[in-house]
Protein backbone atom coordinates (compact mmCIF):
# COMPACT_ATOMS: atom_id res chain seq x y z
CA UNK A 1 0.00 0.00 0.00
CA UNK A 2 0.93 3.58 -0.70
CA UNK A 3 1.60 5.86 2.27
CA UNK A 4 -1.33 8.27 2.71
CA UNK A 5 1.01 11.19 3.50
CA UNK A 6 2.01 10.64 -0.28
CA UNK A 7 -1.37 10.49 -1.99
CA UNK A 8 -1.86 14.21 -2.63
CA UNK A 9 1.44 14.43 -5.36
CA UNK A 10 0.84 10.74 -6.32
CA UNK A 11 -2.70 11.55 -7.57
CA UNK A 12 -1.49 14.89 -9.21
CA UNK A 13 1.10 13.33 -11.73
CA UNK A 14 -1.27 10.57 -12.97
CA UNK A 15 -4.98 11.10 -11.97
CA UNK A 16 -6.89 8.58 -13.57
CA UNK A 17 -5.00 5.82 -13.12
CA UNK A 18 -3.27 6.25 -9.38
CA UNK A 19 -6.59 7.09 -8.26
CA UNK A 20 -7.70 4.02 -9.47
CA UNK A 21 -4.94 1.62 -7.86
CA UNK A 22 -5.44 3.80 -4.44
CA UNK A 23 -9.46 3.33 -4.55
CA UNK A 24 -9.57 -0.21 -4.85
CA UNK A 25 -6.20 -0.48 -2.41
CA UNK A 26 -7.14 -3.46 0.41
CA UNK A 27 -6.13 -0.96 3.47
CA UNK A 28 -9.21 1.00 4.32
CA UNK A 29 -7.20 3.81 5.26
CA UNK A 30 -5.58 4.36 1.97
CA UNK A 31 -9.06 4.08 0.39
CA UNK A 32 -9.97 6.75 2.66
CA UNK A 33 -7.10 9.05 2.31
CA UNK A 34 -7.28 8.38 -1.76
CA UNK A 35 -11.03 9.69 -1.74
CA UNK A 36 -10.05 12.82 0.29
CA UNK A 37 -6.88 13.68 -2.07
CA UNK A 38 -8.85 13.25 -5.16
CA UNK A 39 -11.51 15.34 -4.03
CA UNK A 40 -9.48 18.28 -3.17
CA UNK A 41 -7.51 17.98 -6.32
CA UNK A 42 -10.28 17.53 -8.46
CA UNK A 43 -11.82 21.06 -6.42
CA UNK A 44 -8.36 22.89 -7.06
CA UNK A 45 -8.72 22.01 -10.97
CA UNK A 46 -12.20 22.95 -11.41
CA UNK A 47 -11.14 26.52 -10.06
CA UNK A 48 -7.96 26.96 -11.24
CA UNK A 49 -7.53 24.25 -14.00
CA UNK A 50 -4.74 21.51 -14.54
CA UNK A 51 -1.43 22.16 -15.18
CA UNK A 52 -1.42 20.82 -18.38
CA UNK A 53 -5.21 22.70 -19.74
CA UNK A 54 -7.05 19.33 -19.72
CA UNK A 55 -10.66 19.94 -18.56
CA UNK A 56 -11.37 18.16 -15.37
CA UNK A 57 -13.91 15.83 -17.25
CA UNK A 58 -11.10 14.44 -19.33
CA UNK A 59 -9.51 12.92 -15.85
CA UNK A 60 -13.17 11.42 -15.24
CA UNK A 61 -13.66 8.30 -17.48
CA UNK A 62 -16.40 5.89 -17.38
CA UNK A 63 -14.38 3.28 -16.13
CA UNK A 64 -13.13 5.29 -13.37
CA UNK A 65 -17.17 6.41 -12.30
CA UNK A 66 -17.90 2.74 -12.15
CA UNK A 67 -14.92 1.91 -9.70
CA UNK A 68 -16.17 4.83 -7.50
CA UNK A 69 -19.61 3.82 -7.51
CA UNK A 70 -18.54 0.06 -6.62
CA UNK A 71 -16.30 0.78 -4.24
CA UNK A 72 -18.98 3.27 -2.43
CA UNK A 73 -21.32 0.28 -2.30
CA UNK A 74 -18.28 -1.99 -0.66
CA UNK A 75 -18.07 1.14 1.82
CA UNK A 76 -21.58 1.56 2.85
CA UNK A 77 -21.83 -2.29 3.37
CA UNK A 78 -18.89 -2.24 5.57
CA UNK A 79 -20.19 0.51 7.75
CA UNK A 80 -23.45 -1.51 8.14
CA UNK A 81 -21.43 -4.68 9.09
CA UNK A 82 -18.13 -3.98 10.16
CA UNK A 83 -17.50 -6.93 12.21
CA UNK A 84 -17.79 -8.78 9.40
CA UNK A 85 -13.74 -7.13 9.01
CA UNK A 86 -13.35 -8.30 12.55
CA UNK A 87 -13.44 -11.69 14.26
CA UNK A 88 -14.30 -12.92 17.65
CA UNK A 89 -11.61 -15.20 19.59
CA UNK A 90 -13.19 -18.75 18.02
CA UNK A 91 -12.62 -16.97 14.23
CA UNK A 92 -16.39 -15.68 13.72
CA UNK A 93 -16.99 -12.45 12.42
CA UNK A 94 -18.48 -10.28 15.65
CA UNK A 95 -21.47 -8.99 15.14
CA UNK A 96 -23.39 -5.98 16.92
CA UNK A 97 -25.74 -8.45 19.01
CA UNK A 98 -21.89 -9.82 19.91
CA UNK A 99 -20.99 -6.75 20.63
CA UNK A 100 -23.90 -5.04 22.88
CA UNK A 101 -23.63 -8.57 24.46
CA UNK A 102 -20.46 -8.08 25.89
CA UNK A 103 -21.10 -4.46 26.99
CA UNK A 104 -24.00 -5.35 28.94
CA UNK A 105 -21.75 -8.01 30.52
CA UNK A 106 -24.23 -10.78 29.82
CA UNK A 107 -21.50 -11.99 27.73
CA UNK A 108 -17.79 -12.56 28.38
CA UNK A 109 -15.47 -11.10 25.28
CA UNK A 110 -12.22 -9.96 24.94
CA UNK A 111 -12.10 -6.03 25.12
CA UNK A 112 -9.54 -6.28 22.21
CA UNK A 113 -12.71 -7.41 19.91
CA UNK A 114 -14.76 -4.63 21.16
CA UNK A 115 -11.92 -2.10 20.11
CA UNK A 116 -11.22 -3.85 17.19
CA UNK A 117 -14.86 -3.51 16.22
CA UNK A 118 -15.24 -0.02 17.02
CA UNK A 119 -11.76 1.22 15.21
CA UNK A 120 -13.74 -0.74 12.64
CA UNK A 121 -16.81 1.02 12.56
CA UNK A 122 -14.94 4.79 12.89
CA UNK A 123 -13.04 3.84 10.16
CA UNK A 124 -15.63 2.69 8.06
CA UNK A 125 -17.90 5.58 8.69
CA UNK A 126 -15.03 8.10 7.48
CA UNK A 127 -15.01 5.86 4.24
CA UNK A 128 -18.08 6.35 3.41
CA UNK A 129 -18.24 10.05 4.15
CA UNK A 130 -15.15 10.56 2.13
CA UNK A 131 -16.56 8.80 -0.94
CA UNK A 132 -20.09 10.15 -0.59
CA UNK A 133 -18.09 13.68 -0.81
CA UNK A 134 -15.83 12.18 -3.77
CA UNK A 135 -18.93 10.88 -5.57
CA UNK A 136 -20.31 14.44 -5.33
CA UNK A 137 -17.38 16.62 -6.54
CA UNK A 138 -16.64 14.21 -9.27
CA UNK A 139 -20.53 14.74 -10.44
CA UNK A 140 -20.83 18.39 -9.72
CA UNK A 141 -17.36 18.32 -12.54
CA UNK A 142 -19.48 16.16 -15.32
CA UNK A 143 -22.40 15.76 -16.71
CA UNK A 144 -21.34 12.00 -18.21
CA UNK A 145 -20.74 11.51 -14.50
CA UNK A 146 -23.92 13.02 -13.01
CA UNK A 147 -25.89 10.74 -15.70
CA UNK A 148 -24.04 7.59 -14.82
CA UNK A 149 -24.27 8.03 -10.83
CA UNK A 150 -27.99 8.46 -11.48
CA UNK A 151 -28.41 5.39 -13.67
CA UNK A 152 -29.77 2.49 -10.81
CA UNK A 153 -29.47 0.17 -13.84
CA UNK A 154 -25.95 0.59 -13.62
CA UNK A 155 -24.94 1.32 -10.37
CA UNK A 156 -26.50 1.72 -6.76
CA UNK A 157 -25.15 5.28 -5.99
CA UNK A 158 -28.68 6.59 -5.75
CA UNK A 159 -29.78 3.63 -3.47
CA UNK A 160 -27.01 3.63 -1.05
CA UNK A 161 -27.39 8.04 -0.95
CA UNK A 162 -31.29 7.52 -0.02
CA UNK A 163 -30.10 4.60 2.59
CA UNK A 164 -27.27 6.68 3.85
CA UNK A 165 -29.74 9.39 5.29
CA UNK A 166 -32.13 7.32 6.43
CA UNK A 167 -29.45 5.46 8.38
CA UNK A 168 -27.98 8.87 9.20
CA UNK A 169 -31.08 9.93 11.08
CA UNK A 170 -31.63 6.30 12.85
CA UNK A 171 -31.78 7.03 16.63
CA UNK A 172 -29.76 3.27 16.96
CA UNK A 173 -26.80 3.85 14.43
CA UNK A 174 -26.57 6.88 15.97
CA UNK A 175 -26.37 5.56 19.03
CA UNK A 176 -24.02 2.55 18.51
CA UNK A 177 -21.63 4.75 15.89
CA UNK A 178 -21.28 7.15 18.79
CA UNK A 179 -20.59 4.72 21.26
CA UNK A 180 -16.91 4.05 21.01
CA UNK A 181 -16.12 8.04 21.34
CA UNK A 182 -18.15 8.42 25.03
CA UNK A 183 -20.66 11.19 23.65
CA UNK A 184 -23.83 11.27 25.80
CA UNK A 185 -26.81 11.15 22.84
CA UNK A 186 -29.89 12.63 23.64
CA UNK A 187 -32.18 11.83 20.61
CA UNK A 188 -35.80 12.02 21.08
CA UNK A 189 -37.50 8.38 20.55
CA UNK A 190 -40.89 10.67 19.76
CA UNK A 191 -39.61 11.66 16.41
CA UNK A 192 -35.88 11.63 15.52
CA UNK A 193 -36.33 13.47 12.20
CA UNK A 194 -37.46 16.62 13.48
CA UNK A 195 -36.09 16.84 16.69
CA UNK A 196 -33.03 19.99 17.81
CA UNK A 197 -30.90 17.09 19.77
CA UNK A 198 -29.50 15.18 16.70
CA UNK A 199 -26.15 12.32 17.16
CA UNK A 200 -22.79 13.75 16.18
CA UNK A 201 -21.95 11.50 13.34
CA UNK A 202 -24.82 10.46 11.95
CA UNK A 203 -26.26 13.89 11.05
CA UNK A 204 -22.84 14.59 9.40
CA UNK A 205 -23.80 11.42 7.14
CA UNK A 206 -27.12 12.29 6.39
CA UNK A 207 -25.89 15.92 5.42
CA UNK A 208 -23.31 14.94 2.93
CA UNK A 209 -25.24 12.14 1.22
CA UNK A 210 -28.09 14.79 0.83
CA UNK A 211 -26.12 17.44 -0.63
CA UNK A 212 -24.26 14.85 -3.11
CA UNK A 213 -28.30 14.78 -4.20
CA UNK A 214 -28.68 18.27 -4.32
CA UNK A 215 -25.38 18.63 -6.47
CA UNK A 216 -27.24 15.95 -9.15
CA UNK A 217 -30.91 17.36 -9.46
CA UNK A 218 -30.65 19.65 -11.75
CA UNK A 219 -33.06 18.92 -14.63
CA UNK A 220 -31.71 15.20 -13.56
CA UNK A 221 -35.06 12.93 -15.11
CA UNK A 222 -33.48 10.09 -13.73
CA UNK A 223 -32.74 11.45 -10.21
CA UNK A 224 -37.04 12.65 -9.79
CA UNK A 225 -37.75 8.97 -11.19
CA UNK A 226 -35.72 7.46 -8.52
CA UNK A 227 -37.34 9.86 -5.89
CA UNK A 228 -40.96 9.45 -7.29
CA UNK A 229 -40.91 5.91 -7.40
CA UNK A 230 -37.11 4.27 -6.64
CA UNK A 231 -37.54 5.10 -2.50
CA UNK A 232 -38.47 2.58 -0.16
CA UNK A 233 -41.75 3.78 1.53
CA UNK A 234 -39.62 4.32 5.09
CA UNK A 235 -37.40 6.59 2.76
CA UNK A 236 -40.33 7.98 1.30
CA UNK A 237 -41.93 8.56 4.49
CA UNK A 238 -38.56 10.16 5.67
CA UNK A 239 -38.49 12.69 2.64
CA UNK A 240 -41.91 13.75 3.34
CA UNK A 241 -40.93 13.92 7.43
CA UNK A 242 -37.99 16.16 7.11
CA UNK A 243 -38.94 18.55 4.49
CA UNK A 244 -43.03 19.61 5.58
CA UNK A 245 -41.96 18.95 9.37
CA UNK A 246 -38.92 21.86 9.56
CA UNK A 247 -35.92 20.28 11.71
CA UNK A 248 -34.81 23.17 14.61
CA UNK A 249 -31.45 22.05 14.51
CA UNK A 250 -29.26 23.29 12.30
CA UNK A 251 -27.53 20.07 10.83
CA UNK A 252 -30.82 18.72 10.22
CA UNK A 253 -32.27 21.85 8.79
CA UNK A 254 -29.44 21.56 6.26
CA UNK A 255 -30.29 18.04 5.04
CA UNK A 256 -33.89 19.30 4.94
CA UNK A 257 -32.79 22.08 2.98
CA UNK A 258 -30.78 19.68 0.56
CA UNK A 259 -33.29 17.58 0.07
CA UNK A 260 -36.13 20.94 -0.93
CA UNK A 261 -33.58 21.91 -3.20
CA UNK A 262 -32.79 18.21 -4.79
CA UNK A 263 -37.21 18.35 -5.14
CA UNK A 264 -37.17 21.78 -6.43
CA UNK A 265 -33.98 21.00 -8.87
CA UNK A 266 -36.11 17.52 -10.36
CA UNK A 267 -39.19 18.73 -10.57
CA UNK A 268 -39.90 22.66 -10.40
CA UNK A 269 -43.13 22.87 -9.44
CA UNK A 270 -45.40 25.27 -6.97
CA UNK A 271 -46.30 22.09 -5.06
CA UNK A 272 -42.58 21.94 -4.36
CA UNK A 273 -42.04 25.31 -3.84
CA UNK A 274 -44.78 25.78 -1.08
CA UNK A 275 -43.15 22.67 0.38
CA UNK A 276 -39.97 24.95 1.29
CA UNK A 277 -41.33 27.39 2.87
CA UNK A 278 -41.16 26.45 6.46
CA UNK A 279 -37.51 25.23 6.31
CA UNK A 280 -36.27 28.46 4.17
CA UNK A 281 -37.99 30.64 7.09
CA UNK A 282 -36.33 28.62 9.16
CA UNK A 283 -33.10 29.33 8.25
CA UNK A 284 -34.14 32.80 7.24
CA UNK A 285 -34.22 33.68 10.75
CA UNK A 286 -30.33 33.56 11.21
CA UNK A 287 -28.85 36.86 10.92
CA UNK A 288 -25.48 36.71 9.49
CA UNK A 289 -23.62 39.44 11.71
CA UNK A 290 -25.41 38.39 14.64
CA UNK A 291 -24.09 34.84 14.16
CA UNK A 292 -20.57 35.92 13.19
CA UNK A 293 -20.61 37.87 16.50
CA UNK A 294 -21.60 34.97 18.45
CA UNK A 295 -18.96 32.25 16.77
CA UNK A 296 -16.31 34.79 16.91
CA UNK A 297 -15.01 34.09 20.50
CA UNK A 298 -14.86 30.55 20.04
CA UNK A 299 -12.55 31.15 17.50
CA UNK A 300 -10.54 32.83 19.83
CA UNK A 301 -7.32 30.95 21.74
CA UNK A 302 -9.15 32.45 24.93
CA UNK A 303 -12.01 30.21 24.95
CA UNK A 304 -12.87 28.79 27.94
CA UNK A 305 -14.84 26.21 26.40
CA UNK A 306 -13.84 22.07 26.52
CA UNK A 307 -12.80 21.37 22.78
CA UNK A 308 -15.90 18.91 22.52
CA UNK A 309 -17.91 21.61 23.04
CA UNK A 310 -16.57 24.21 21.23
CA UNK A 311 -16.29 22.81 18.04
CA UNK A 312 -19.84 21.07 18.11
CA UNK A 313 -20.53 24.85 18.71
CA UNK A 314 -18.66 25.88 15.97
CA UNK A 315 -19.91 23.46 13.19
CA UNK A 316 -23.79 24.39 14.35
CA UNK A 317 -23.04 28.19 13.52
CA UNK A 318 -21.67 26.86 10.02
CA UNK A 319 -24.69 24.67 9.34
CA UNK A 320 -26.49 27.62 10.03
CA UNK A 321 -24.68 29.65 7.57
CA UNK A 322 -24.73 27.00 5.01
CA UNK A 323 -28.37 26.61 5.47
CA UNK A 324 -28.88 30.73 5.34
CA UNK A 325 -27.25 30.11 1.78
CA UNK A 326 -28.65 27.25 0.84
CA UNK A 327 -32.24 29.06 0.95
CA UNK A 328 -31.30 31.90 -0.42
CA UNK A 329 -30.52 29.44 -3.54
CA UNK A 330 -33.85 27.59 -3.12
CA UNK A 331 -35.83 31.16 -2.94
CA UNK A 332 -34.32 32.21 -5.69
CA UNK A 333 -35.67 29.15 -7.07
CA UNK A 334 -38.83 29.64 -6.09
CA UNK A 335 -39.36 33.41 -7.82
CA UNK A 336 -38.18 31.28 -10.96
CA UNK A 337 -41.22 28.68 -10.66
CA UNK A 338 -43.56 31.48 -9.79
CA UNK A 339 -42.22 33.69 -13.00
CA UNK A 340 -42.68 30.76 -15.07
CA UNK A 341 -46.82 31.68 -14.70
CA UNK A 342 -46.55 35.29 -15.38
CA UNK A 343 -48.41 37.39 -17.83
CA UNK A 344 -46.08 37.65 -20.60
CA UNK A 345 -48.08 40.66 -22.06
CA UNK A 346 -47.10 42.12 -18.71
CA UNK A 347 -44.20 44.16 -17.32
CA UNK A 348 -42.16 41.54 -14.99
CA UNK A 349 -43.51 44.01 -11.94
CA UNK A 350 -47.24 44.16 -13.23
CA UNK A 351 -46.78 40.30 -14.12
CA UNK A 352 -45.66 39.65 -10.84
CA UNK A 353 -48.30 41.58 -8.74
CA UNK A 354 -51.19 39.88 -10.72
CA UNK A 355 -49.55 36.13 -10.72
CA UNK A 356 -51.94 34.91 -7.57
CA UNK A 357 -48.68 32.18 -7.25
CA UNK A 358 -46.33 35.04 -5.75
CA UNK A 359 -47.86 34.87 -2.55
CA UNK A 360 -45.73 32.47 -1.70
CA UNK A 361 -43.09 34.88 -1.18
CA UNK A 362 -45.10 38.29 -0.59
CA UNK A 363 -47.68 36.66 2.24
CA UNK A 364 -45.41 34.08 3.93
CA UNK A 365 -43.10 36.49 5.67
CA UNK A 366 -40.28 35.21 3.66
CA UNK A 367 -39.68 38.76 2.17
CA UNK A 368 -39.54 40.62 5.78
CA UNK A 369 -36.88 38.09 6.65
CA UNK A 370 -35.44 39.02 3.32
CA UNK A 371 -35.27 42.49 4.28
CA UNK A 372 -34.15 41.54 8.03
CA UNK A 373 -30.96 40.26 6.20
CA UNK A 374 -30.29 42.50 4.17
CA UNK A 375 -30.77 45.21 6.44
CA UNK A 376 -27.96 43.26 9.07
CA UNK A 377 -25.52 42.99 5.89
CA UNK A 378 -25.66 46.42 5.02
CA UNK A 379 -25.96 47.95 8.53
CA UNK A 380 -22.31 49.79 9.77
CA UNK A 381 -20.24 47.13 11.91
CA UNK A 382 -17.89 46.88 14.45
CA UNK A 383 -14.69 47.68 12.69
CA UNK A 384 -13.14 44.54 14.76
CA UNK A 385 -15.48 42.51 13.61
CA UNK A 386 -15.56 43.48 10.11
CA UNK A 387 -11.39 43.16 9.96
CA UNK A 388 -11.63 39.65 11.06
CA UNK A 389 -14.23 38.32 8.99
CA UNK A 390 -12.20 38.99 5.59
CA UNK A 391 -8.53 38.95 6.65
CA UNK A 392 -6.69 36.24 5.42
CA UNK A 393 -5.91 33.07 8.02
CA UNK A 394 -4.37 30.09 8.48
CA UNK A 395 -7.24 28.72 10.99
CA UNK A 396 -9.51 26.13 9.25
CA UNK A 397 -12.69 27.02 10.99
CA UNK A 398 -12.75 30.74 10.25
CA UNK A 399 -11.63 30.42 6.86
CA UNK A 400 -14.59 27.88 6.61
CA UNK A 401 -16.76 30.76 8.32
CA UNK A 402 -15.30 33.48 5.94
CA UNK A 403 -16.03 31.61 2.98
CA UNK A 404 -19.47 30.69 4.60
CA UNK A 405 -20.40 34.26 5.09
CA UNK A 406 -19.36 35.42 1.89
CA UNK A 407 -21.34 32.78 0.00
CA UNK A 408 -24.15 33.91 2.07
CA UNK A 409 -24.14 37.76 0.58
CA UNK A 410 -23.99 36.61 -2.71
CA UNK A 411 -27.08 34.28 -2.36
CA UNK A 412 -28.62 37.43 -0.43
CA UNK A 413 -27.88 39.90 -2.74
CA UNK A 414 -28.98 37.42 -5.68
CA UNK A 415 -31.95 37.03 -4.68
CA UNK A 416 -32.76 40.81 -3.72
CA UNK A 417 -31.70 41.72 -7.24
CA UNK A 418 -34.12 39.67 -8.51
CA UNK A 419 -36.73 40.82 -6.43
CA UNK A 420 -36.11 44.47 -7.29
CA UNK A 421 -37.49 43.60 -11.06
CA UNK A 422 -40.49 42.56 -9.64
CA UNK A 423 -41.71 44.56 -6.61
CA UNK A 424 -42.12 48.12 -6.55
CA UNK A 425 -39.79 50.63 -5.08
CA UNK A 426 -42.36 50.93 -2.02
CA UNK A 427 -41.77 47.22 -0.86
CA UNK A 428 -38.12 47.95 -0.35
CA UNK A 429 -38.29 51.27 0.90
CA UNK A 430 -37.78 54.64 0.01
CA UNK A 431 -35.78 54.87 -3.70
CA UNK A 432 -33.08 57.81 -2.35
CA UNK A 433 -32.50 55.50 0.70
CA UNK A 434 -32.37 52.37 -1.21
CA UNK A 435 -30.03 53.81 -3.58
CA UNK A 436 -27.43 55.53 -1.23
CA UNK A 437 -27.00 52.00 1.19
CA UNK A 438 -26.69 50.23 -2.44
CA UNK A 439 -24.14 52.38 -3.62
CA UNK A 440 -22.09 52.36 -0.11
CA UNK A 441 -22.32 48.50 -0.04
CA UNK A 442 -21.14 48.48 -3.66
CA UNK A 443 -18.10 50.93 -3.09
CA UNK A 444 -17.15 48.80 0.27
CA UNK A 445 -17.30 45.75 -1.73
CA UNK A 446 -14.57 47.14 -4.39
CA UNK A 447 -12.21 48.56 -1.92
CA UNK A 448 -12.12 45.20 -0.34
CA UNK A 449 -11.50 43.30 -4.16
CA UNK A 450 -9.04 46.23 -4.63
CA UNK A 451 -6.89 45.47 -1.11
CA UNK A 452 -7.23 41.62 -1.62
CA UNK A 453 -5.71 41.70 -5.12
CA UNK A 454 -2.90 43.69 -3.84
CA UNK A 455 -2.31 41.82 -0.43
CA UNK A 456 1.12 40.25 0.04
CA UNK A 457 -0.13 37.18 1.48
CA UNK A 458 -2.38 36.47 -1.75
CA UNK A 459 -6.11 37.26 -1.88
CA UNK A 460 -8.77 37.62 0.52
CA UNK A 461 -10.68 34.18 1.51
CA UNK A 462 -13.94 35.57 -0.22
CA UNK A 463 -11.99 37.10 -3.23
CA UNK A 464 -14.27 35.29 -5.81
CA UNK A 465 -17.17 35.89 -3.99
CA UNK A 466 -16.80 39.35 -3.27
CA UNK A 467 -16.84 40.01 -7.30
CA UNK A 468 -19.80 38.25 -7.01
CA UNK A 469 -21.21 40.70 -4.98
CA UNK A 470 -20.80 43.63 -6.57
CA UNK A 471 -21.82 42.29 -10.31
CA UNK A 472 -25.37 41.98 -8.37
CA UNK A 473 -24.52 45.04 -6.77
CA UNK A 474 -24.01 46.87 -9.90
CA UNK A 475 -27.11 45.49 -11.28
CA UNK A 476 -29.35 46.20 -8.30
CA UNK A 477 -28.12 50.32 -8.48
CA UNK A 478 -29.02 49.79 -12.19
CA UNK A 479 -32.35 48.59 -11.36
CA UNK A 480 -33.48 51.11 -8.59
CA UNK A 481 -31.93 53.56 -11.14
CA UNK A 482 -34.11 52.47 -13.69
CA UNK A 483 -37.36 52.08 -11.80
CA UNK A 484 -36.23 56.00 -10.29
CA UNK A 485 -36.62 57.19 -13.64
CA UNK A 486 -40.05 55.58 -14.54
CA UNK A 487 -41.79 56.91 -11.82
CA UNK A 488 -42.21 60.08 -13.07
CA UNK A 489 -40.77 61.48 -9.52
CA UNK A 490 -36.93 60.79 -9.62
CA UNK A 491 -35.33 61.59 -6.22
CA UNK A 492 -32.04 59.76 -7.14
CA UNK A 493 -29.14 62.10 -7.19
CA UNK A 494 -26.02 60.61 -8.72
CA UNK A 495 -22.72 62.17 -6.91
CA UNK A 496 -19.56 63.10 -8.92
CA UNK A 497 -18.52 60.26 -6.39
CA UNK A 498 -20.74 58.01 -7.75
CA UNK A 499 -20.05 58.37 -11.09
CA UNK A 500 -16.31 57.85 -10.67
CA UNK A 501 -16.83 54.51 -8.73
CA UNK A 502 -19.10 52.98 -11.55
CA UNK A 503 -16.51 54.55 -14.20
CA UNK A 504 -14.13 52.07 -12.19
CA UNK A 505 -15.83 49.30 -12.12
CA UNK A 506 -16.17 49.36 -15.60
CA UNK A 507 -12.40 49.16 -16.02
CA UNK A 508 -11.68 46.65 -13.55
CA UNK A 509 -10.70 43.42 -15.46
CA UNK A 510 -12.49 41.19 -13.27
CA UNK A 511 -16.59 42.10 -14.16
CA UNK A 512 -18.54 40.35 -16.50
CA UNK A 513 -19.83 42.26 -19.82
CA UNK A 514 -23.10 41.83 -18.87
CA UNK A 515 -21.63 44.22 -15.33
CA UNK A 516 -20.07 46.38 -17.74
CA UNK A 517 -23.84 46.80 -19.71
CA UNK A 518 -25.14 47.55 -16.48
CA UNK A 519 -22.63 50.58 -15.35
CA UNK A 520 -22.68 51.96 -19.07
CA UNK A 521 -26.20 52.03 -18.19
CA UNK A 522 -26.14 53.82 -14.99
CA UNK A 523 -23.68 56.64 -15.90
CA UNK A 524 -25.12 57.30 -18.99
Known amino acids: SQNASNLP ?195 QLASVAAETLHLIARENELLAAFLSTGLT ?46 SISRALGT ?29 QSLDRFRALQLASDILGEMIGVVCQSHDDSLEDEEAFAANPNSSVIITTGLLTQLLAILTDIFSPQDPVLQKALREVTDNAEVSAIQHAFASVEVGIFGVVSSLLHLLPMAAMGPTSVVWRTCVTVLTARHELVSESIGCPEGPLPSHAQLILQIESLTEMCWTVLRKDGASGHPSVELQPSDLDLFTRIAWEGYVSTATIVFVVSVVG
Request: negative net charge.
Open 9 to 203: SLLENNIPQHLAVCLADEEIHVRTAAAAAARNILLQMSVHGSDNGASVGAYLTADLCALLATKLSEAFTLLLSPGSDVTQSNGQPLTEAHLQAISMGSLAGDQEEVEAFETMRDAAFANVIEFIQLVGVVADCSEDATMYFSDVSKCAVLPVLASAIEIGLDANFCATLNRSRGLELSVSSANVHTQSASAVGGD
Open 233 to 278: PSQQQLLNDITVNTPTSPSLLLVSLYLLSALLGTSPTMDNASRSVG
Open 287 to 315: LPFAEWRKVLPLLTEGCDMTEEVRKASVQ
